[in-house]
């Protein structure tokens, strides 16, 4: 079965120092993996993807994830940090086999701190 | 194009009344999900169609809620009745290639039931 998990409910860090979200799945096929990120009493959006090119993501806003298949890891992270990061973020894995049924991690809010 | 577009932002009803959510996917998507969103459980899926047809509706709670996709540019789901314990953000998303692009998610619904 496919599954997400993110193994930090909340990730406080000061502004300027480096931020790690860290995310690791569970499937059976060849996933294609994601990290939305959600502000307060706002939808969805995309980061970045990871669809079996090259293993190193670079997203929107200096956010870059590695796939890392030996660890099944799926890491977010960000070299330096700005107050606008703090939101939600979610990492997903999407079942390919299941017509691109997306299972979402239970989230990870980040605090940034000045 | 506008993206996902959802109405309304925001319902506030008594319990025991019908709500319907409404959901205009993106142009040419061939997949459409709804999920939920609490502070207890995150995001859940609820259900998702491929080409308008129903594909997996295991997350739907209870026979109170039902789904429909008349065609490919409209989707509602449908609550009845409506219980407190619904109160939610409901959220629409629609992509295409069977799970290899990002999902894209409209604003949301706000949904109390009072």
């Known amino acids: 079965a496919q599954s997400v998990t993110q193994l930090d409910s909340h990730v406080s860090v000061s502004e300027g120092t480096p931020v790690l979200l860290r995310c690791n799945y569970s499937s059976s096929y060849s996933p294609s993996l994601f990290w939305y990120v959600q502000h307060p009493n706002k939808g969805l959006q995309l980061l970045l993807k990871?669809?079996?090119?090259?293993?190193l993501v670079k997203g929107i806003n200096g956010f870059e994830a590695e796939f890392k298949k030996s660890e099944t890891s799926f890491h977010l992270t960000k070299p330096s940090a700005h107050m606008s990061d703090a939101a939600e973020y979610f990492c997903v894995v999407s079942v390919g086999n299941q017509g691109g049924k997306l299972i979402f991690g239970q989230g990870t809010e980040l605090s940034v701190k000045p | 194009d506008a993206g996902v577009i959802q109405s309304p932002r925001h319902e506030v009803t008594e319990m025991g009344q019908e709500v319907t959510l409404r959901c205009k996917p993106i142009s040419g998507h061939d997949y459409l999900f709804w999920y939920r969103q609490t502070m207890m459980r995150g995001l859940e899926l609820l259900i998702y169609?491929?080409?308008?047809?129903?594909?997996?509706d295991s997350g739907m709670p209870e026979d109170r809620f039902s789904a429909k996709m008349p065609n490919a540019s409209f989707s509602t789901l449908k609550i009845q009745p409506s219980e407190p314990r619904d109160s939610a953000v409901y959220f629409c998303a629609s992509t295409h290639l069977q799970g290899h692009t990002e999902a894209f998610f409209g604003q949301g619904t706000r949904l109390t039931v009072v």
């Open positions: 169609f491929n080409n308008n047809v129903p594909i997996d």
């Open positions: 990871y669809t079996s090119a090259a293993t």
